[in-house]
Structures are given as C-alpha cells and as structure tokens.
C-alpha cells in the first residue's frame, strides 16, 4: 500500500524543498529503497538541481483541449458564451466574430454541450511537461513543469500525478508554496501534509491560512518548525494552542543554508540536522505502519 506524504507551506521560502529533499534522502536511507520525490511545484520546480547523479528516464507533454469555433457552422447564438462559467469565449453578432482565450478556458466542455450546430471542435494545445529522472537509487523523481505565461498549473499537477506509478511504497509531493488551487491540488489525496514554518511573524501569518485550509480539507497534518533559533517563539505558542502536531524543529545552521544555495545540501548534513530528520522519520514511519 501506497503512502503519500505532502510537503506544503504557507508561504515560500520556509525550507519546503529542503525537508522534502532531505526525506526523500532519509527515508531511502533508513526505511525502504521503494520511495518516489513528485515536484508540483510546476511554476518553479527545483528539486532535481539537489542530486548530483540523475538520469532522465523520460518526457512527456501535457496537453489540454482547447474549442475552435468554425465560423461557417456558427449561428453566433451566443449559448457557448452563456454555457462557460469562466468567460473564455467572446462572440460579437453584428460583425460575426469569435474568440477563445485559451488562458481562462479550463477545457470543461461545457460549449461543446453547448452548441446544437457542430460549430466548436477540440484541438490540443501543449501546456506542460512531465519529467521522470533516476536519482542513484530509489524510484527517482518525477517532476512537472507548466509552459511559461499558462495559467493552468492545476491541470499540469493532475497529470503529474497521474504519471505517478502507484507501486511504490512512499510518494512525497514537494507542493507549490502558498494555499490557492495548485496547493489543494496537490495535497487532495495525501494520507498525511507536512506544513514547514519558519519561527517569524510573516512564518506565523501563513502557516494559520495553511492550517486553516487542511482543517477544511480533513487531511490529517503535522508541522516542521525550519530554521529554529532564529526569530521568536510565537509559532511554537500557536502549536500549542491549537493543540497542533509539532514533528520536529530543525535548527538554523549557517553553513547548511550555504551548501543549499551550491546544490548540497544531501552532502555533510551536519551531525544535529540529521539527528532531527531521524525523529521526524520515526514519527512519520508510525503513521506509515498504522495506515
């Protein structure tokens, strides 16, 4: 059975990516060589510049279907326009013009429903790709990446996941920062999230919208304070006060943040970061045992 842990933030910058890299890291380590690294963060997907030997298996593209309208078919009756709930279509009767934005269509087909005159077709339109790399050892990493100026980064992580072979033993999704659509997207079918924070007020700000929005969601949660020593301890008093999971806190380390900004962070992991990243496991592998 399948367990898929997601690693998400209010806000970025709080260290998603490095707890997600170095779980990935220590889960092949010390618990199963089935664990599989899912980078939805498909507007700026960074994951596999942290390993030193990869190998792309393969590519794909995301596609999404975009209505054409024949304006020899069309009647300009105007019920595909009334039809789309994102207003992607214009149509101007008196001069006979139509158009589709491509950006705000969500490829719902609801104007194929629509029209009654076989006006609208379907052509694809590339909006993405999927990349799948060795890493050395484990499953590897299968990464996502949204075409420049598209909106539709949910679309591109649905298809991420997807691609995503279930036979693995743990997936961790490193998701998008923030708490809009992308973030429910990627932490819908989680059995648990991870929410890293930062012990500042802006860490404190957007860790309660996260909270809130896994509160709605019912996924079950737990959170990571990063870079501990810094700021103050009002995170750890909201932890308390909402009686919150705290999994762990892993210590600002001057030297670590600096072979994070080479690539190296999986190199020299520092006696008392690694230390940190074991208690969290252990926590998490109790979880993984009770599913």
């Known amino acids: 059975m399948t367990f898929k842990i997601a690693i998400a933030s209010g806000k ?6 490095t707890v997600s890299v170095n779980l990935y890291h220590f889960f092949l380590k010390y618990i199963s060589e089935k664990v599989k690294l899912v980078d939805c963060d498909v507007e700026e997907p960074n994951d596999v510049l942290f390993f030193k030997e990869t190998e792309m298996e393969s590519t794909q593209k995301v596609m999404q279907f975009i209505p054409e309208i024949d304006p020899e078919k069309c009647t300009y009756c105007n019920r595909c326009v009334d039809y789309c709930e994102f207003n992607a279509i214009s149509v101007i009767p008196s001069v006979k013009y139509t158009d589709i934005n491509a950006d705000l269509c969500h490829s719902c087909g609801a104007c194929l429903v629509a029209c009654t ?23 590897g990493l299968t990464e996502g990446i949204l075409r420049v100026g598209s909106p539709m980064q949910t679309m591109v992580i649905k298809e991420l996941k997807k691609k995503v072979f279930q036979n693995e033993e743990i997936i961790i999704y490193d998701a998008p920062p923030g708490t809009s659509c992308p973030v429910v997207q990627t932490v819908a079918d989680a059995d648990f999230t ?18 809130d929005l896994l509160k709605e969601t019912g996924i079950p949660f737990g959170i ?12 750890y008093e909201y932890i308390k006060s909402e009686r919150l999971e705290l999994l762990g806190s892993i210590p600002f380390n001057k030297n670590y ?25 252990k926590k998490l592998k109790r979880k993984i045992v009770r599913a």
């Open 117 to 139: 005159f076989g006006a609208i077709t379907e052509k694809a339109h590339m909006i993405g790709t999927i990349n799948n790399y060795k890493t050395g050892n484990g499953d």
């Open 194 to 211: 991870i929410l890293v924070t930062e012990p500042t007020p802006f860490g404190l700000h957007d860790l309660k919208l996260a909270v």
């Open 12 to 17: 970025g910058g709080t260290g998603k990516t």
């Open 224 to 235: 990571i304070v990063n870079k501990a020593g810094l700021g103050n301890k009002q995170v």
């Open 257 to 281: 943040a600096a072979q994070y900004s080479s690539g190296n962070i999986l190199s020299n992991i520092p006696d008392e970061i690694e230390i940190c990243y074991l208690e969290i496991i």
